[in-house]
């Protein structure tokens, strides 16, 4: 048993191997009294919350006793109106206009294992002995609103996940105004915070700045997804805290769509950090009997630095998010046809490419953009899902079957979410794009975004799909989704449920890709928005890899992939070779190089491979050879990073096995320098009493060398430069 409950000081001790979480009932509110390194049930926990009185300004809730104000009480789910002037987690507005409620605990169950959370992705446990889980059930009297905060603690990962339904056992309806994931009053504000930021071809640049008193530090996307700009991810660091040792706590939000997660320090120096859906333009109709359920909120304690809360989430999510059937399984090397091609391409040209591609033990060929309606440019053609017989005469079935023939398996890209104003299905249905009436519909890419809180929609879709799925053999779905939501309106919805529009649309995305991924359970789904623009928990629950950014830029890629790696798990990382200059940035940069940055993820080539020279075929078939050998490693081992491409000139990291009896280390050098000092490389992970092979340097080191002193690094030329170990334990 992993939770205790002490019912003589109404106190909930949630634990794991490593972390303690404590809750404690005050007067009813059910207040935050512990989060960290784990603590021993049978110590003494007594005055673990302080209570006294505060000259603030701060009312009493309870008027013969002084010393609890909500506004200095530490709490789980805090409301405003009612004392507590921070940040709230929730607000409701009743039929007679006022904003106020009052949650007060009425009771408890605790359950073993996990129950899964109605329409939305959530981490799940695959046997009862793995978690167990607490839910407080806390009413407002006066409106009839019961909220069900649940708490699931994994015994063995230092993690804690958080949801909340609403249910409305009141007799009149209700508008949720907000209604967040999660919400934690940390006892002081000395920390840092992370968060992860950028922009298209530019995703998860790490920024990390000193919390300080009356500014509030948020992220956030208004953008109807999880965006480029913004990633749904907080963290506090300890000031002294690093890579590799300090406190650090983190909060990972399971969902795909808008999202806020902030952290505000209040007149006491205390800090208060909230995750969930963005309140901003968000209002949910309750009707009575009605319920509402919050996404899941994944929080992470480490007392190891950023690596040890990365490890954590890695694991968690690749083994308790990711499902079905590639889950556990090595991912193919692939290789897409669109810098190669682009919209210009015949089956011929195809299978050419794809022929280079089996001689060099590439696995499987991706038809992206162009193959279907009359798509010669982005004008036109999105939701018109059937084959262009100009390019493809003989259909998809032929192409499939002639890179079938060569050894390779066969992947497809779609744009199932957006649909062009020229095409067929906007002229039958031109109200099923997102949309107000009698207002300008703003394109982007010439597209617009169908209406997923429809079923209709959904389900012209799924057939349109589905009929693909069942005569082609496509083994890879690439799930691309390109530009972000305007005029957020529905046909299909009344005037007071307008405001909901925008999270029924995701409900609607997660109950599509449930279908299409039960229906057809063989088929990897990857996926996509301009690349990272969606890169979140919440796809990952129904597609288990992410393309990590459209910027296949080397030198680019060392921050994305780093700044990514921060949660999310190398197997979830989509990361190719592309041809130079790079079609983003324009740099040339050595096709060694591109490879070792491509091989520290899910492996892949994105050129015209009849274009390359015998010197680079053999390079790249050489490049093959190795991730196939050093895929598993890559993909399923624990990722420890050394250097920071955020910090200098020099970025590494690597992979160990779990019995430690396997590693790969990369380094990368970006620009050369004269007359350069000599350095060395200190490791991660390692056994300190294995002896380890590095292969490339054909000589044997104990483990504690080379976690203490480090491995030399022998000169590298150029700007650019790159080069890997593989250590093996003798």
Not at 390 to 419: C, H, S, T, Y
Request: charged residues 25%; aromatic residues 12%.
């Amino acid at each position: 048993m992993n939770i205790y409950y002490n019912e003589n000081q109404q106190m909930f001790h949630l634990q794991s191997t490593d972390m303690s979480y404590i809750i404690q009932l005050v007067n009813g509110y059910p207040s935050h009294a512990y989060w960290g390194k784990r603590l021993d049930q049978d110590g003494n926990l007594d005055d673990i919350l302080m209570l006294q009185e505060r000259c603030s300004f701060s009312p009493n809730p309870v008027p013969d006793d002084r010393s609890i104000s909500l506004d200095t009480l530490p709490q789980e789910y805090p409301q405003y109106g009612t004392s507590d002037f921070r940040h709230p987690a929730y607000q409701v507005q009743l039929q007679d206009g006022s904003r106020i409620t009052e949650l007060l605990y009425r009771t408890h169950r605790i359950v073993r294992g996990k129950p899964a959370l109605d329409g939305l992705p959530a981490v799940y446990a695959e046997s009862e002995q793995e978690a167990m889980t607490l839910e407080l059930e806390l009413i407002d009297t006066y409106s009839g609103l019961l909220v069900i905060i649940s708490y699931t603690v994994f015994k063995a990962f230092s993690a804690i996940t958080r949801s909340v339904r609403f249910v409305n056992n009141g007799h009149q309806a209700l508008n949720l105004r907000s209604a967040l994931s999660a919400s934690v009053d940390f006892a002081d504000a000395e920390y840092d915070c992370l968060v992860l930021t950028g922009a298209w071809v530019r995703e998860r640049h790490m920024q990390r700045s000193h919390l300080t008193m009356g500014v509030t530090t948020k992220i956030e996307s208004r953008r109807g997804s999880s965006s480029h700009q913004a990633n749904p991810f907080i963290a506090l660091l300890r000031p002294d805290a690093g890579e590799d040792q300090g406190d650090v706590f983190g909060f990972s939000l399971v969902y795909s769509g808008n999202f806020a997660a902030q952290a505000e320090v209040d007149q006491f120096a205390t800090v208060r950090v909230s995750i969930g859906i963005n309140p901003f333009d968000f209002v949910w109709l309750l009707e009575p009997g009605e319920s509402f359920q919050t996404p899941e909120a994944v929080l992470v304690y480490s007392s190891e630095g950023l690596g040890g809360m990365s490890r954590t989430y890695h694991k968690l999510y690749r083994t308790r998010l990711c499902r079905g059937v590639h889950r556990d399984k090595e991912r193919p090397i692939l290789v897409n046809n669109w810098e190669a091609t682009y919209f210009d391409f015949n089956a011929d040209k195809i299978e050419a490419i794809a022929g280079v591609a089996a001689e060099l033990g590439i696995e499987l060929f991706v038809l992206d953009d162009g193959w279907f309606g009359k798509r010669d440019d982005d004008t036109t053609s999105l939701g018109d899902w059937t084959v262009d017989r100009k390019k493809l005469p003989n259909g998809l079935e032929d192409l499939a079957a002639r890179v079938n023939k060569l050894g390779l398996q066969f992947g497809l890209w779609f744009e199932p979410e957006m649909i062009s104003p020229e095409s067929e299905l906007y002229r039958l249905h031109p109200d099923w794009c997102l949309h107000v009436p009698d207002r300008r519909r703003t394109e982007g890419r010439c597209q617009f975004i169908l209406d997923y809180s429809r079923q209709d929609v959904r389900e012209y879709i799924f057939d349109a799909l589905s009929d693909i799925f069942r005569t082609v053999p496509v083994a890879y779905v690439k799930w691309d989704m390109n530009r972000n939501m305007t005029e957020i309106g529905s046909a299909a919805l009344p005037a007071e449920r307008q405001s909901e529009v925008a999270h029924r649309y995701m409900l609607g995305l997660y109950g599509l890709l449930e279908k299409l991924s039960g229906t057809f359970p063989n088929i990897l789904f990857e996926s996509c928005s301009g690349g990272g623009g969606r890169f979140d928990p919440g796809m990952l629950y129904y597609m288990p890899q992410t393309w990590t950014s459209d910027d296949t830029d080397a030198v680019e890629r060392l921050k994305i992939q780093y700044g990514t790696s921060i949660v999310y798990p190398v197997s979830a990382m989509g990361s190719h070779v592309s041809a130079v200059p790079n079609h983003q940035v324009g740099r040339i940069t050595p096709l060694r190089t591109r490879g070792d940055v491509a091989m520290s993820g899910n492996f892949g080539y994105e050129l015209d491979l009849t274009k390359l020279s015998e010197e680079e075929k053999a390079v790249i078939k050489r490049q093959v050879s190795d991730y196939k050998e050093l895929r598993g490693l890559v993909q399923s081992g624990d990722l420890y990073r050394l250097k920071s491409p955020f910090t200098g000139n020099e970025t590494a990291w690597m992979f160990v096995s779990e019995d430690k009896k396997k590693a790969v280390v990369f380094y990368f050098r970006v620009l050369a320098e004269p007359n350069a000092p000599l350095r060395r490389l200190q490791l991660r992970g390692l056994n300190a009493n294995f002896d380890y092979r590095v292969s490339q340097l054909g000589t044997s080191y104990r483990g504690d060398r080379l976690l203490h002193f480090g491995l030399n690094l022998q000169q590298i030329d150029g700007d650019y430069a790159s080069v890997w170990f593989k250590l093996d334990a003798e």
